[in-house]
């Protein structure tokens, strides 16, 4: 799956772009929450923690995995130029994604549930306006998806569900010496099209181009 996510740049998990590949539609069925080497639900967070691939919900509240190689280019195209901070102060985000970054730039891997805590939100009718934050953050190349975290009792045995963990996107990149994408935002439009065209269907590019408003 590594050499496919490096040809093609972009993979969603489930299908996604027209006539794409996704990870399920290139795997068995049965091998998914195997626990094993072959359960493609583990790769997105090995994945992203060999710095392989960025991971998360990047377009249309999608997971996407972008190769190491494209996602300088993909966050500088379709990320903002500007800080959450000067987006805010423009109505361009939610007060709960401002709160949720600042935690998240202080408590760099943090899982879901300690960020609940320290956002105050951890109560049942808040988790609407946390989901759609987070998924927010990483529609806005913000944040990422950077690994699962196991969950333990107090004996040290694992508990419950696995938890998500977050970094930024520079912090991220900056871990697995990533370089930041060199150029204006069309330059790195120009850059994805140029390596699309290549390994895409026309129609997966056009849609994306569409959806992304390049």
Not at 35 to 53: H, I, K, M, N
Not at 80 to 90: A, C, I, V
Not at 171 to 182: E, L, N, R, T, V
Request: with cysteine; aromatic share 10%; charged share 25%.
């Amino acid at each position: 799956m590594k050499e496919v996510i490096g040809k093609l740049g972009i993979l969603p998990l489930a299908s996604l772009l027209p006539e794409h590949p996704s990870v399920t539609g290139l795997t068995l069925a049965e091998n998914w929450h195997s626990d094993t080497e072959l359960d493609p639900w583990s790769w997105r967070a090995r994945f992203p923690g060999e710095g392989v691939a960025a991971y998360g919900k990047f377009i249309r509240k999608k997971a996407v995995l972008v190769s190491s190689e494209w996602f300088p280019a993909y966050t500088a195209a379709a990320g903002s130029q500007l800080s959450l901070e000067e987006r805010y102060d423009s109505g361009l985000c939610s007060r709960e994604a401002l709160t949720l970054l600042q935690i998240i730039r202080d408590n760099q891997g943090i899982e879901t549930r300690e960020l609940r805590t320290l956002a105050d939100m951890k109560a049942k009718e808040k988790k609407t306006a946390f989901d759609n934050a987070v998924t927010e953050l990483q529609g806005t190349l913000d944040i990422v998806i950077s690994g699962v975290k196991e969950r333990h009792n107090a004996a040290g045995e694992k508990n419950g569900w696995n938890s998500t963990s977050f970094e930024t996107v520079s912090h991220w990149m900056a871990d697995y010496k990533i370089p930041a994408f060199k150029g204006t935002r069309e330059e790195a439009v120009t850059w994805l099209r140029s390596r699309m065209e290549q390994e895409w269907h026309p129609g997966a590019v056009k849609w994306l181009g569409k959806v992304l408003s390049w």
